[in-house]
């Protein structure tokens, strides 16, 4: 297996980044830079990324910090963590953990539109306030345990021919 140099590039039309407007700035820059290709960060499932088709060489998916309180569908978190129905919508794209899988499927085919060699999952769960003091009310194993059966749940949307790779942040 080859070596490839990539940077991680989210396309945000709302947000253009000055001089990667468009997909001939970024191949230009890809070019000046010697890089072989990205790693798109997929966040939005609705924007429209084949442009980028051809430099995609790998796939970020969508990535909620904490989302076990969710998945244990404990209502009494959810509600400290995210007061409002509208809140937890925009965090996790949906209001239940059912929702949220589906959120999940329908980000992971937006990223195989891409085409890309690979896709990445991040695997961790913190709040902020446990990021800071390092008092985490799930242990390694607990969000391990949780990432394989949500994986499980959503798995059958990634072909054979993509690599799954799993980022582990804490």
């Not at 407007?21 to 966040?43: C, K, P, T």
């Not at 539109?113 to 009310?137: G, M, Q």
Request: net charge negative.
């Amino acid at each position: 297996m080859m070596e490839k140099h990539l940077f991680n590039f989210a396309y945000m039309p709302e947000w253009p980044l000055d001089g990667l407007q468009d997909a001939q700035q970024l191949s230009s820059f890809l070019q000046e830079m010697r890089l072989d290709g990205v790693e798109m960060m997929v966040y939005d499932s609705s924007i429209d990324n084949s442009n980028y088709n051809v430099y995609a060489v790998g796939a970020h998916l969508q990535y909620w910090p904490c989302w076990l309180p969710l998945y244990e569908r404990n209502e009494e978190q959810l509600n400290k963590l995210y007061p409002t129905k509208e809140d937890r919508q925009s965090y996790y794209g949906a209001l239940t953990y059912e929702g949220w899988l589906e959120n999940i499927r329908t980000n992971i085919r937006a990223a195989l539109k891409l085409e890309p060699e690979y896709l990445v999952w991040h695997v961790a769960d913190s709040t902020i306030e446990e990021a800071f003091s390092f008092s985490f009310t799930h242990s390694n194993k607990n969000v391990l345990a949780a990432t394989v059966e949500v994986l499980q749940e959503v798995l059958t949307e990634v072909t054979s021919k993509v690599k799954l790779l799993l980022e582990n942040l804490w």
